[in-house]
């Protein structure tokens, strides 16, 4: 007789939920009395989308609720898939909704994200006319990767990274249905560090150090061992998505807020996720810029000398220099005021009308120029008292000083502000004269 050789089924699919009661997690929309779980247990389906990072349980809360609401699931792969997936999943929702015996339908979308505007759109008219109920998952902000219209017609749940207990449960699930082998404490704790919060990670994870385990007749999975399959612990990173701009600005933030360490642990956070370190440079270079601006000009020069001794050494020895500028820049007094000056002036020349130049402050290249008044009684500030030529405008005529710039009276903005206070009265007293 034969042996049939049965297909491997991956530990994530034999550990899947099939009850509400068996998911690990998100308690927070699952646990009793929570948005999700009061949603399950109305009997009544609305279309949702489904936000968090990669294996938390997306895909198995949208299977879940086809099975809550006795639905046909169908399931789409926006990475794979298009408009014409879209077309057939319309057509099995109306067999099975004018069938013999009609049920209802889930589309879930996986990677919804992934597809573009219109066929986002393709969703939208049978979404309104309830022929089938839209679940879409996403590891993006859906409020930029998802349309408005489809967006307005969808709840929008908040999934979370697992924790190390929610993640041990599921070590422990494997353990006892026999497909996993005894694991060291040390070896664990590194393991559920390594899953940074990913079941699908952990279980697969899990299963290929099983296998590696069995081969070499290993009774126990040990630290030391454990560290030599598994290599560097590399946490989960996403260079251009939700993650990457919540670390940044993070780094940012701790910046501003005058905080080397937490500076340096987002930094760090950063690098070793793949971050590219020219990246975070520039970065710095507009950090220099936005928070500490005149208050301590040095920082942008550092930041840029930071940069280029990057350009020259590379990793890891450039990082050393960046993290430099970065403490810098933590420690730094702190400014806005030229930032927030520019983005008045942007403000104000966007709204306000073309107001020529001042005929005293154009140039008069010419004889025609001169003789049309270019550049008369203009006052050259070099040959007055002070270098300063007291009294004069150098805005449009009828236009009042705007004050754009309000030095703060944190670092060198304390004597530049007391620089514009003295100028503001030499003017005062001048123009008093020619009064």
Same mark, same amino acid.
């Not at 597809?115 to 679940?135: C, I, M, R, Y």
């Given at each position: 007789m034969e042996t049939v050789n049965k297909p491997h089924v991956p530990l994530a699919e034999q550990l899947r939920p099939h009850r509400l009661s068996e998911v690990i997690g998100q308690q927070h929309l699952l646990g009793p009395g929570m948005p999700l779980r009061i949603a399950f247990e109305s009997g009544r389906p609305h279309s949702c989308i489904l936000w968090g990072p990669?294996?938390?349980?997306?895909?198995?809360?949208?299977? #879940?609720?086809?099975?809550a609401f006795d639905a046909?699931?169908?399931?789409?792969?926006?990475?794979?898939?298009?408009?014409?997936?879209?077309? !057939?999943?319309?057509?099995?929702?109306?067999?099975? =909704?004018?069938?013999?015996?009609?049920?209802?339908?889930i589309v879930f979308v996986d990677e919804v994200h992934r597809f573009n505007k219109s066929q986002q759109d393709a969703f939208l008219p049978h979404v309104e006319s309830g022929l089938f109920t839209f679940v879409g998952a996403t590891t993006e902000n859906p409020s930029f990767e998802v349309n408005s219209a489809l967006l307005s017609r969808a709840a929008v749940y908040v999934l979370q990274p697992l924790s190390e207990d929610d993640l041990a449960r599921l070590v422990q699930r494997a353990q006892a249905i026999g497909a996993v082998p005894t694991l060291e404490q040390a070896?664990?704790?590194?393991?559920?560090?390594?899953?940074?919060?990913?079941?699908?990670?952990?279980?697969?994870?899990?299963?290929? #150090?099983?296998?590696t385990a069995q081969a070499q007749q290993?009774?126990?999975?040990?630290?030391?061992?454990?560290?030599?399959?598994?290599? !560097?612990?590399? =946490? =989960? @990173?996403?260079?251009?998505?939700e993650q990457f701009h919540d670390q940044m600005s993070a780094l940012h933030k701790s910046v501003r807020g005058s905080d080397p360490d937490a500076a340096l642990y987002w930094f760090a956070r950063m690098l070793d996720g793949g971050a590219d370190p020219r990246y975070l440079a520039r970065r710095m270079v507009r950090m220099a810029s936005e928070d500490i601006g005149l208050a301590d000009p040095r920082a942008l020069r550092l930041c840029l000398d930071a940069a280029e001794v990057y350009q020259r050494l590379g990793s890891p020895e450039g990082e050393l220099a960046l993290a430099e500028a970065l403490v810098y820049l933590a420690v730094a007094a702190?400014?806005?005021?030229? @930032?927030?000056?520019?983005?008045?002036?942007?403000?104000?020349?966007?709204?306000?009308?073309?107001?020529?130049?001042?005929?005293?402050?154009?140039?008069?290249?010419?004889?025609?120029?001169?003789?049309l008044g270019y550049g008369h009684e203009y006052r050259y500030a070099h040959d007055e008292a002070g270098g300063f030529a007291a009294g004069e405008h150098y805005l449009p005529d009828g236009m009042a000083s705007p004050g754009f710039y309000r030095p703060v009276e944190r670092g060198l903005e304390i004597k530049i502000a007391a620089k514009l206070r003295e100028l503001e009265e030499l003017n005062r007293q001048s123009r008093e004269k020619l009064e």
């Amino acid at each position: 007789m034969e042996t049939v050789n049965k297909p491997h089924v991956p530990l994530a699919e034999q550990l899947r939920p099939h009850r509400l009661s068996e998911v690990i997690g998100q308690q927070h929309l699952l646990g009793p009395g929570m948005p999700l779980r009061i949603a399950f247990e109305s009997g009544r389906p609305h279309s949702c989308i489904l936000w968090g990072p990669p294996g938390v349980g997306k895909t198995t809360i949208a299977r #879940l609720m086809a099975q809550a609401f006795d639905a046909q699931f169908i399931a789409i792969s926006a990475v794979l898939g298009g408009v014409k997936d879209i077309r !057939e999943a319309v057509e099995k929702a109306e067999h099975v =909704r004018d069938g013999l015996q009609p049920r209802a339908t889930i589309v879930f979308v996986d990677e919804v994200h992934r597809f573009n505007k219109s066929q986002q759109d393709a969703f939208l008219p049978h979404v309104e006319s309830g022929l089938f109920t839209f679940v879409g998952a996403t590891t993006e902000n859906p409020s930029f990767e998802v349309n408005s219209a489809l967006l307005s017609r969808a709840a929008v749940y908040v999934l979370q990274p697992l924790s190390e207990d929610d993640l041990a449960r599921l070590v422990q699930r494997a353990q006892a249905i026999g497909a996993v082998p005894t694991l060291e404490q040390a070896a664990l704790q590194r393991l559920l560090a390594y899953a940074d919060g990913d079941a699908r990670r952990l279980l697969n994870t899990l299963e290929t #150090l099983a296998v590696t385990a069995q081969a070499q007749q290993l009774p126990e999975i040990t630290d030391d061992w454990l560290l030599k399959v598994l290599g !560097e612990r590399m =946490r =989960r @990173y996403d260079k251009g998505g939700e993650q990457f701009h919540d670390q940044m600005s993070a780094l940012h933030k701790s910046v501003r807020g005058s905080d080397p360490d937490a500076a340096l642990y987002w930094f760090a956070r950063m690098l070793d996720g793949g971050a590219d370190p020219r990246y975070l440079a520039r970065r710095m270079v507009r950090m220099a810029s936005e928070d500490i601006g005149l208050a301590d000009p040095r920082a942008l020069r550092l930041c840029l000398d930071a940069a280029e001794v990057y350009q020259r050494l590379g990793s890891p020895e450039g990082e050393l220099a960046l993290a430099e500028a970065l403490v810098y820049l933590a420690v730094a007094a702190k400014s806005n005021a030229v @930032y927030q000056a520019f983005n008045a002036a942007k403000a104000f020349v966007k709204q306000d009308g073309t107001r020529p130049v001042p005929l005293h402050l154009r140039n008069a290249p010419t004889k025609l120029m001169r003789e049309l008044g270019y550049g008369h009684e203009y006052r050259y500030a070099h040959d007055e008292a002070g270098g300063f030529a007291a009294g004069e405008h150098y805005l449009p005529d009828g236009m009042a000083s705007p004050g754009f710039y309000r030095p703060v009276e944190r670092g060198l903005e304390i004597k530049i502000a007391a620089k514009l206070r003295e100028l503001e009265e030499l003017n005062r007293q001048s123009r008093e004269k020619l009064e």
